[in-house]
């Protein structure tokens, strides 16, 4: 089978077009920092799961695992700089799951905000629709290529321009969207469904608030899952799994 035919045996996804966004934390494993290749690389199977279902995939990857912008301006360095580093960190991410998805025979592009010619393309939006049609996932990095803004706001202003039928978040130790954090109340309640204006109100932990607002504003349904289990990103685009859908 080539990367740009959808496996026989595979059940129908729902979607045709998604962004999937994950934290630069999801990459770092038990390590605390940075990047653990096997945790890529587990990653990059849930994607060509998907990806063999014939979805297409959009991806924003965050840059946490390696800077973010309000800790360096925390600790004295100037904000903008700060923020641009962050948006480094988010390339240097990228390009480890362009190397794990082609490892697994997934066509793949890194498209990036700022221009690096020589590290991965620019984003331009007719050329990136391209990729989605040849069926080549297409990861954008370095956010939006603006300071202020985080990846969230990245993943729903390209899930926009590339016309995606929903933001999936894929979360660490998390399957869903609760009305206080599952980790330290054990009585939390998971939503199956919420609207954008009660994430808002009530401040839940989907998205920041610019991001939600976007997705809010252009009808862009948000669905949270865990990335935790093996084939969960394949089983909620199947229409199985749990999970909270934010729209509304
Ligand atoms: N960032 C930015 N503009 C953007 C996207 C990201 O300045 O459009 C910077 C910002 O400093 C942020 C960092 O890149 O803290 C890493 O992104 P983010 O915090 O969203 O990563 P995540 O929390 O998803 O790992």
């Known amino acids: 089978m080539t990367a740009d035919a959808p496996a026989s045996d595979a059940p129908k996804a729902t979607f045709n077009r998604v962004m999937l966004k994950i934290s ?7 390590q605390g920092f940075g990047l653990h290749p096997p945790t890529v690389q587990r990653i990059a199977q849930e ?50 799951m362009q190397s794990a998805l082609e490892g697994l025979g997934v066509f793949c592009r890194v498209i990036t905000a700022i221009r ?3 590290v991965a393309e620019p984003y331009i939006r007719r050329r990136a629709v391209r990729h989605l049609e040849k069926k080549r996932v297409c990861i954008f990095a370095a956010g939006t290529g603006n300071p202020y803004f985080t990846t969230d706001t990245a993943a729903a202003l390209r899930a926009n321009e590339m016309a995606c039928e929903a933001i999936f978040m894929g979360k660490n130790g998390v399957d869903g969207v609760y009305d206080k954090d599952p980790r330290a109340h054990d009585d939390a309640k998971r939503y199956d469904k919420v609207s954008f204006d009660e994430v808002l109100a009530k401040n839940l932990k989907v998205m920041d608030a610019s991001a939600i607002a976007l997705a809010r504003d ?31």
């Not at 360096?72 to 991410?93: H, I, P």
């Not at 935790?228 to 799994?241: A, S, V």
Request: aromatic share 4%; glycine share 20%.
């Open 218 to 248: 252009n009808n862009l349904p948000i669905v949270v899952f865990s990335l935790d289990e093996p084939g969960g990103f394949r089983g909620i685009l199947g229409g199985t799994g749990t999970c909270t859908v934010v729209g509304g």
């Open 24 to 30: 630069g934390e999801a990459l770092m494993g038990d």
């Open 47 to 96: 994607v060509k799961s998907v990806h063999d279902m014939g979805v297409e995939i959009c991806m924003v990857i965050g840059g946490g695992n390696v800077f973010r912008g309000l800790q360096g301006s925390a600790q004295g360095m100037e904000r903008t700089t700060a923020d641009y580093m962050g948006m480094l960190a988010t390339v240097m991410n990228a390009l480890a």
């Open 116 to 118: 690096m010619d020589e």
